[in-house]
């Protein structure tokens, strides 16, 4: 064990130094080194052979978890490794890398990003300036690159996330992005990406993994836990068949977007979309009958989710989201 921490160190050092003297002014310019971090942080196996995922702290991003609080993973394929977010600072996605380069010498080929939120992004930036990997991303990221919210979201995290945060850390566009679908393979797998935003957000994608059996969620599929809306323009209806879409393919494996892997990916799968339709069906015969928001939401029996975690946080506001959204459609507004 002690053996292991010494050499991953060594590794880890080694691939600086190449880094920082094997490539002149380039590397000079491009910031050498990230901070480094000082938490625990290894690559777990999920029980699919070749998949493996970082599985990030509870809690919001502070100095306490360096910025670790979601989750990533990658797939190690006969020709390449495929990676599924790149988490939440560039020294977080640095150390990713070093980790891939200590289990096999294999390329990394592409970074699959699941929404452009800070706790999943920022790691790119390792990512573009160590690898060749061309990032994949659903094309209503580009929006939010764009948006003050973004530059605000930065400068949050530049105090919040100091020094792992900084004035180098910036935001990294997708190399290639996709409207509905996108599938490609490599090295004996099969990766099926689908847009299922806007959920959480408005370009929530999933990565299903065959013959691994392997779902990567992102934040819209959660273990047991009432999900949140967060997007003002949530689009139940699409997410709905998204996760159809991938039902139909049965993944057993769930790897969120936070918290525990699952060997029960169809458990959390229908868990969200019965919590989906469930919404939508009170909301829709509300809207239907006139009635307003405050009245149809006490008259709905919650009872089959009021115990369960996040119920209190979210599910009143996922209600109303959901209430706005199928008066939207009721009165034929686009
Ligand atoms: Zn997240």
Do not use: C
Request: charged share 20%; aromatic share 10%.
């Amino acid at each position: 064990m002690r053996d292991k921490k010494i050499q991953s160190g060594i590794t880890t050092a080694g691939i600086l130094a190449t880094m920082i003297f094997g490539a002149g002014n380039l590397m000079a310019e491009s910031s050498s080194a990230y901070p480094a971090l000082s938490i625990p942080f290894e690559a777990e196996s999920v029980s699919a052979e070749n998949v493996y995922y970082f599985a990030g702290q509870s809690g919001v991003p502070g100095p306490e978890n360096e910025g670790f609080t979601a989750n990533s993973g990658f797939v190690i394929t006969g020709k390449g490794v495929v990676v599924f977010d790149a988490l939440g600072t560039p020294s977080l996605g640095f150390e990713m890398i070093a980790k891939i380069r200590e289990m096999t010498a294999l390329p990394i080929t592409h970074v699959v990003i699941s929404h452009y939120h800070a706790d999943h992004v920022y790691g790119l930036q390792a990512f573009r300036d160590h690898t060749e990997a061309k990032i994949i991303a659903q094309e209503s990221s580009a929006a939010y690159i764009q948006s003050p919210d973004a530059d605000r979201r930065l400068e949050q995290r530049k105090v919040a996330l100091s020094p792992w945060v900084n004035d180098e850390t910036r935001l990294i566009a997708p190399d290639m992005t996709f409207d509905e679908t996108t599938t490609f393979e490599s090295g004996g797998f099969r990766f099926t990406i689908l847009h299922a935003g806007p959920a959480h957000a408005p370009d929530d994608s999933l990565m299903l993994v065959e013959p691994a059996g392997v779902l990567f969620s992102g934040d819209i599929i959660q273990n047991g836990r009432v999900p949140f809306l967060a997007s003002s323009e949530v689009d139940t209806a699409n997410w709905m068949s998204a996760i159809d879409e991938v039902r139909a393919l049965e993944p057993e494996i769930l790897i969120p977007g936070h918290g525990r892997a699952s060997g029960n990916a169809m458990a959390a799968l229908n868990f969200t979309y019965d919590y989906l339709a469930y919404v939508r069906e009170k909301m829709g015969d509300a809207v239907d009958q006139w009635m307003q928001f405050d009245d149809a939401y006490q008259q709905t029996d919650w009872s089959r989710y009021k115990n369960l975690p996040a119920f209190d946080a979210s599910n009143k506001a996922n209600a109303y989201r959901v209430y706005l959204e199928m008066e939207k459609a009721a009165l034929g507004g686009s």
